[in-house]
């Protein structure tokens, strides 16, 4: 139609005014009514309500609109729905009889649109709640069986403990320590003797590698070089004296330190 504005599902009273011609059919789509400024022209602008309680005498369901009215242009949606709102089946008949032009129809859809808003929102804040407790009330419980098995481990560690010192200290027989003290001492002494030998082997090795060391790159030097080689040389010759020295009174002293050591009593610990 030329003079088409607009799409309006369902009746003339009831219908929903549809935001766009691309909306797509349903099962409850009973009428398409192409809108013109013919067919619906412009509401006047609503005046304030007289309390004349016409729409109240053609409400379908015996409710007092006027009193929805009230409530809802007020956003006291608990009166609303104590008046029986969600009874309204939005047929419209209010709005028609109201000789104030009021859309009273409009100010029901929005207080239910506003409530269910409320009611959503209220279940969310719920189910929060229920998780935020249900997760306090996990880590409580987690806490518990911790502690409660740090203690039962703290238990076993300390009944462990109390057996071990209550137990009497095992000793060997001493015919067994007889037996084994000789060779005991036969190891002892093996290993000393390699340790000697050894040290021997080593001084030996540094005398030989000393005395066959020569130096390169000596030829056309000048008398001070020489003279200042020979000083090195003897220097070194005197290092090596004196380790070698050194090295053997450590020796002597290593096995007069185990000789003093075999020679001494052995102590016996406090705890036996
Ligand atoms: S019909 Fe209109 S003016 Fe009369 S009581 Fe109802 S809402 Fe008020
Ligand atoms: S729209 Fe609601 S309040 Fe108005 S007449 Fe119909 S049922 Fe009653």
Known sequence: MPDTNGYLMGGPMMGIRLPSEQVGIIKATNCIIAMSDVLFPPAPPALPCIRCTRCAEACPAELQPQELYWFAKAKNFDKARKYNLFDCIEC?????????????????RFAKSEIWDQESNQKAADAARVRHEYHEFREEREKREKAEKLAERDRAAQAAKAQKAAAPP???????????????????????SAIQLKIQQAIEQAKLQAATTTPKNTEQLTPEQRAQIAAIEARRAHIHELASTSVEASSAMLVEANTEVKSQPPTQSPQE
Do not use: K
Request: proline share 12%; hydrophobic share 30%.
């Open 170 to 192: 095992t000793l060997p027989p001493a015919g067994e320590v007889a037996n084994v003290s000789p060779s005991a001492t036969t190891v002892e002494a093996d290993s000393e």
């Open 92 to 108: 419209g008949a209010c709005s028609y009889v109201c000789p104030s032009h009021i859309p009273l129809v409009q100010y029901y």
